[in-house]
């Protein structure tokens, strides 16, 4: 099981760049698919590596290839010409950047969000006939793993948000002084 999640999160980061590519094509129906594809992955990369006999080579890296899934996607909507490279960049260096810095997984979910959301948003808006895969999987994926979300996935994102705010306010503190 260990080797099986190992090999759905190698997959994964391979899908992060194959979105880069597609979305850059501005195959925005293929897009749809990948994206899928990776939330697909990586759910069951997770239910491979709980049930495994030993701790997988990979799974300190889930995080990292997640956040390239959702860096690929803002990087192939501007590749693609449909958001500006300023904003696109700017958002991966900030929020990615800013997590990797300071390791608030909250700006690596912000980060993912923002692009997923734009993505499905714009296959919505382009008529895409495929547009509910990604939203479909993504629910999918939330109601079978429904505790985690709940216990660990909402309740993590809240408190890396609270605890951006409690440096931002400290900061801001320390040069009042």
């Not at 216990?151 to 408190?159: A, D, I, K």
Request: aromatic content about 10%.
């Amino acid at each position: 099981m260990a080797a099986l999640a190992d090999l759905l999160t190698g997959l994964r980061a391979l899908l992060a760049l194959l979105l880069v590519a597609v979305l850059g094509a501005q195959r925005l129906d293929l897009a749809a698919a990948v994206l899928s594809a990776a939330w697909i992955t990586d759910f069951f990369d997770g239910k491979s590596a709980r049930r495994a006999d030993h701790p997988t080579h990979l799974g300190k890296w889930d995080i990292y290839v997640d956040t390239l899934v959702g860096a690929a996607v803002l990087v192939g909507l501007a590749y693609g010409g449909y958001v500006s490279w300023l904003t696109s960049l700017s958002l991966v260096v900030v929020l990615g950047g800013g997590w990797i810095l300071i390791g608030n997984d909250a700006l690596s979910s912000a980060l993912q969000a923002i692009g997923y959301a734009w993505l499905m948003w714009l296959l919505y808006r382009q008529g895409v006939s495929d547009w509910w895969l990604p939203p479909l999987t993504a629910v999918s994926a939330a109601v079978l793993n429904w505790r985690k979300v709940v216990t660990y996935s909402v309740p993590g994102f809240l408190q890396g948000v609270a605890d951006l705010f409690r440096s931002a306010a400290a900061a801001l503190r320390h040069r009042e002084a």
